[in-house]
């Protein structure tokens, strides 16, 4: 069974006017850190092949297919935003399937394909096989911020998941310090749950930030290679506020750990910036309006989540981050 997926990461309703998305980040142990804003989009609707052909031309078995040396993994965090609903005890991730379950594009927030899928198995310059353990609803950790549901898979969770299983480099996982990724796309759940609450949300900032990059602390000292961050939207005002602190102690956090960490090599993707550009101006981009969703030519996949079709554009931007790597 794959887990839920809320259309809306536990949220009631969103509004569209002006949405800010909390920024990403990229980290290798092997490199320097890089801190960017949005990448440009261009030509980002509307490919001439299909998803679904590129992914079959690039990903069916065949009797010349890569062998171990040239493989490549990705180990994905967050909430529905990355969410395919793979389950680390069913059928793992292999060349000609490589996000192992659920069949492709897997169980997202809107049906279709999402960047994580895009980057797989389109976007990137090699063959990538991707444990994505990212979880609808999910925030960094349940005891700070409480999911809508109980069952939810925290941060916390999905990294202890990775910790308990492919971090022991399986057989069917024998990835090394050169040749993966990892990325975390998490907090639009943390602040819309909590944002209204009484205390200085300032302050709470700093308290999730303390749990997010010891979670990555954690990864890196069991781990040693690359790593990716994110977080996401959201709509009100003053949730809108305690964003962008997030984000501007997100920027702080990365530099430190840099410091803590010289051999780490980090990448930002500025969310925010992305989604404004294309919200600000749908029609250039392909897309009705800004507000419509559910429909072919919508921004939106349903009120709360990106479409496939921007999913593809973010999938496109994030490679263009990553296009000096194999990623």
């Known amino acids: ?57 690039q990903c069916l078995p065949s009797t010349s297919g890569p062998t171990p040396a040239d493989i490549n993994y990705w180990f994905s965090f967050g909430d529905s935003y990355t969410q395919t609903g793979f389950l680390p005890n069913e059928t793992l991730p292999a060349v000609g399937n490589p996000l192992g379950n659920p069949p492709y594009p897997g169980y997202t927030a809107v049906g279709g394909t999402n960047w994580i899928d895009v980057d ?3 976007y990137n310059t090699s063959t990538i096989l991707t444990y994505n353990y990212a979880y609808g609803g999910a925030t960094i950790d349940a005891r700070l911020v409480a999911p809508y549901e109980p069952t939810v898979l925290s941060l916390t969770d999905q990294v202890n998941q990775f910790l308990s299983g492919a971090a022991a480099k399986t057989a069917a996982a024998p990835w090394t310090s050169e040749d993966t990724l990892f990325s975390f796309w998490i907090g639009i759940n943390d602040i819309g749950n909590s944002y209204y609450e009484s205390g ?27 790593l990716m961050l994110a977080q996401d939207a959201s709509a009100q005002a003053l949730e809108k506020s305690v964003i962008d602190g997030f984000n501007s102690k997100l ?47 919508d921004f939106w996949g ?11 554009i973010i999938g496109k931007q994030i490679s263009q981050l990553l296009n000096t790597t194999v990623w």
């Not at 990229?26 to 679904?52: D, H, I, Q, R």
């Not at 990448?267 to 925010?272: I, Q, R, T």
């Not at 989604?275 to 897309?287: E, I, K, R, S």
């Open 1 to 57: 069974m794959a887990p839920p997926l809320p259309p809306k990461d536990g949220f009631s309703a969103v509004s569209f006017g002006s949405i800010p998305f909390p920024k990403a980040l990229v980290m290798s142990l092997k490199c320097a850190l890089l801190v960017v804003s949005a990448a440009a989009v261009a030509n980002a609707v509307g490919a001439a092949e299909p998803v679904w052909a590129q992914y079959f031309s």
């Open 120 to 122: 797989t198995t389109v």
């Open 200 to 226: 200085s949300r300032d302050a709470f900032s700093d308290t999730l930030l303390d749990a997010y990059f010891a979670l990555v602390q954690d990864v890196l000292y069991e781990a040693r290679l690359t």
């Open 251 to 297: 920027a702080t956090r990365v530099s430190s750990f840099q410091s803590a960490n010289p051999g780490v090599q980090t990448w930002v993707f500025d969310a925010n910036s992305a989604f404004t550009v294309v919200l600000n101006d749908p029609q250039a981009y392909g897309f009705v309006d800004n507000t419509s969703f559910g429909n072919t030519g």
């Open 302 to 312: 349903n009120n709360y989540h990106p479409s496939s079709a921007m999913q593809t």
